[in-house]
C-alpha cells in the first residue's frame, strides 16, 4: 500500500476492499499503522517505525469474528477515547484507535455481513477519564505555585491555558451527564 508501512502478503483469491490508518492499542503502548478488510480477513499493518520498534502486525479471519463494536474510554484499553473494539470466537478482544469512529463503523457495515454494533457512544468522557484530568491538574498546580513563585510569565499563561481546558473538560462531562 504504501512506503511507509510493512507490505501485505495477499493469499490466493484475495482483494482489498477498505482500509484507514488506526492505532493498535496493546496494553499502554498504541502501535500505529492501518487496519486493513479483505474478503477474507482483517489486518492491522504497523508502520515500519513501530515494525521495527517491535510493533506487530495482527490479523484475524472474517469467519473468526464474533463482532465489532465501539468500546469506550478506558475500557480494555489504554485510550482516552472511544475505540473500534474486535471481538473474536474465542472472546478475545482487540483494540483499534482510530478517527471518525462512526464513519469506520459505517464503512465496515457497508463492505461486509459481519455483526456490528455501529451504536455510536455518546458519552465518551467516562469517570476514569476525568480522575486522569483532575490528578493531572492537580500534578501542573505544583508547576502553577512553583511559576508564580519564580515569576516565569510564560508558565503562568501555559498554566491558566491549562486550567481553562481542564475546566471546560469537567464542565462539559457533567453538562452531559446530567442531561444523559
Not at 20 to 34: D, K
Not at 70 to 99: I, K, M, Q, W
Not at 135 to 159: P, T
Request: glycine residues 4%; negative net charge; hydrophobic residues 40%.
Amino acid at each position: 500500500m504504501s512506503l511507509l508501512f510493512v507490505r501485505l502478503q495477499l493469499q490466493e483469491d484475495e482483494s482489498v476492499r477498505w482500509h484507514c490508518y488506526a492505532s493498535h492499542m496493546t496494553g499502554l503502548r498504541a502501535v500505529g499503522g492501518q487496519i486493513i478488510l479483505t474478503n477474507q480477513r482483517l489486518v492491522f499493518l504497523p508502520h515500519k517505525l513501530d515494525y521495527f520498534l517491535h510493533g506487530h502486525t495482527w490479523e484475524v479471519s472474517l469467519r473468526d469474528i464474533q463482532h465489532i463494536s465501539p468500546a469506550p474510554p478506558f475500557s480494555g484499553h489504554s485510550s482516552p477515547r472511544p475505540c473500534l473494539c474486535v471481538t473474536t470466537n474465542d472472546n478475545t478482544e482487540e483494540y483499534f484507535l482510530v478517527n471518525r469512529l462512526d464513519n469506520v463503523l459505517t464503512a465496515l457495515t457497508g463492505e461486509t455481513d459481519l455483526n456490528i454494533d455501529n451504536t455510536i457512544i455518546r458519552h465518551t468522557k467516562t469517570r476514569s477519564a476525568l480522575y486522569w484530568e483532575i490528578a493531572s491538574a492537580l500534578a501542573a498546580s505544583y508547576f502553577v505555585v512553583e511559576a508564580f513563585v519564580n515569576g516565569d510569565w510564560l508558565a503562568i499563561i501555559l498554566a491558566a491555558i491549562s486550567t481553562s481546558l481542564f475546566l471546560w473538560s469537567l464542565w462539559s462531562y457533567l453538562h452531559h451527564r446530567s442531561t444523559g
